[in-house]
């Protein structure tokens, strides 16, 4: 069964509002999660990383201000897309690793309009 | 910089053919290596993964791929395709200390 779940699947916002994406360990604790950014016909992009408890690792050109993370659980991180502009439409998607396996979810699909 | 390098972006094949997809990237040092398949309207799914010992690794619905170390390369193949193999691909290499970086995918359309 599913690993990893995300909230919403797809959502559609208006530009210059904010947009929040949860992301689920469904059946054990994760203490870090990924979230990664996919362009239409483009490979992933990792974006950061979610620490519970703590400050999540940006990766280079990633705004923090933009995108904020939050790990408040070791089973629920979410990302929040902050003045959405249509730039940012893009599939968003969250990872957690368990022992040497990396699971992905299913993705959330934005779109700004 | 690592990075990872898939040749194909798009694959037409015929039910039965043989497949194979290449991948090399660039790191002088240890590296794990991954595919990942999505189908269409799917998650990633990893297909088979390099650590480490025999080059050749077996995974999941027949594919298989080969780590040669000499050309950087980690090449998935199988020996006939099907129908429900269309999906896109993606290699990943993870080095110690770093991020995983995926290649940009290739699209397998299988016709029936």
């Known amino acids: 069964g599913a690993v990893v779940s995300q909230h919403p699947s797809w959502v559609i916002c208006k530009s210059g509002t904010s947009v929040k994406i949860e992301c689920r360990s469904l059946?054990?604790?994760?203490?870090?999660m990924f979230w990664y950014r996919q362009f239409p016909k483009q490979s992933l992009m990792l974006m950061a990383t979610?620490?519970?408890?703590?400050?999540?690792?940006?990766e280079q050109g990633v705004e923090k201000d933009k995108f904020l993370i939050n790990h408040a659980s070791l089973t629920l991180s979410t990302l929040t897309v902050t003045s959405a502009h249509p730039e940012d439409s893009s599939f968003y998607i969250c990872?957690?690793?368990?022992?040497?396996?990396?699971?992905f979810g299913p993705g959330t699909r934005l779109t700004v309009t | 910089a690592q990075s990872v390098s898939q040749h194909n972006h798009h694959v037409i094949l015929s039910e039965a053919a043989s497949l194979e997809l290449g991948c090399n990237y660039s790191?002088?040092?240890?590296?794990?290596l991954f595919w990942y398949v999505q189908y269409p309207g799917q998650h990633l799914q990893l297909l088979l993964k390099?650590?480490?010992?025999?080059?050749l690794v077996k995974g999941i619905k027949g594919f298989e791929a080969e780590f040669i170390k000499s050309k950087f390369s980690f090449n998935l193949r199988k020996p006939s395709v099907q129908w429900s193999d269309t999906a896109e691909y993606f290699c990943?290499?993870?080095?110690?200390?770093?991020?995983?970086?995926f290649g940009a995918g290739t699209r397998l359309f299988v016709k029936a």
């Open positions: 390099y650590f480490s010992g025999d080059p």
């Open positions: 059946d054990f604790q994760a203490t870090t």
């Open positions: 990943a290499v993870k080095a110690e200390g770093f991020k995983t970086i």
């Open positions: 990872s957690v690793n368990r022992g040497l396996k990396q699971y």
């Open positions: 979610s620490n519970e408890g703590s400050k999540a690792t940006y």
């Open positions: 790191y002088g040092g240890t590296v794990n």
